[in-house]
């Protein structure tokens, strides 16, 4: 509260307090804050402390704690970054842009290490899987889904994101062989015709691209 | 210990203690008792409790904490029954009787605790994460793999098993709409030639079935 007025009665600061540095400190120490705590124990101070600021500084950046959550979380996904760059080149390939993408993400131990975190705390706090719903899933989602030209493009961009949640799940938490250690690669060669079909195909119950007579149905 | 050795200087024991129903009612206790509490705060001495039993029978049917675990769990997946229900059909159909059947135990509020429970542990404990791995995941799925006619069958089995669980994540945890309120004949109708192509496909880089390699085999 009262971020703005400061100096007086305030809490002696360091100058790291300052400069436009701030900010992104406040970011990353969050990340890891929540990465190595999870949700629950994580606390405003906390992270005010790892990035070396006044606790006040990060609810003037961010708010609450959800909203901190969020922006963490926001960071690790970079919507702006991950959108045009899996689908800006068009319907071709999109399936294997978006495994490599996915998959790049988790093989880096920097990027896997937040989306963890994410996930545990979404798995087990109420509260974490409402910031997940809304703010990110919900944004990243809707912006793949807009650019599709299917069906229920956001119930296609879920389903495409269910399985690359179900991988990582498999792959880097509970580490069942041999997912665990193969080549990503094969994975996403195999993956990714999956992702293609969700995303492009108005059909996607023939897994025949053709006219002909689909399997189901 | 000394499970054997019963009477003599072991605190009283309640009638309910013997009979053949005691081990089933000592499961159903541990899997509310995950469900509920979690892996971490679930004891031996709770489950008992829950099951008015005595904690050294549950030691006696189970031994550890981590082997009632796996027997819970086991109960969930019921792989004696899964496993010819899924697959003693032959390859045809075997992607849509997959997916209907998880959808299937997901959909349902009394499998669907302990399974959200057993995932939740598996993310956040480790101890969870090893026996899920060692006694379920791995016998459910080389099962499943035997039974395959593909390359790296196991790997196949899990990929599919990847796209099941992330599903269960975002409809049933995380509940991003539309997936989460969606028709679940839909989503069978969407997943199931995804499964079918993993679990009987040699070669399913290519989403078209033509070529060479047929389906089934």
Redesign the interface.
Known sequence: MTQERRGRGRPARRAADEGPGARERILQAARDEFAER?YDKTTMRGIARAAGVDAALVHHYFGTKDDVFAAAIEVSFEPAMVVPQILGQGPAGIGERLARFFIGVWENPATRAPLLAI??S???HEAA?KV??GFV??RL?ERVAGELDVP?P??RA??A???????A???Y???????AT?DPE??I???A??L???LTESD???????GGAG???
């Open positions: 999870g996930i545990r979404a798995l087990t899987a997940l719903r899933l919900r989602l229920d956001r119930f879920e389903l994101a269910s399985h690359m949640v179900g991988i799940i498999l792959r938490v509970i580490r069942v062989e041999p997912l193969a094969e994975i060669r195999i993956v015709p999956t293609q079909r969700y996607p119950d023939s897994p025949a691209t053709s399997t189901g149905s």
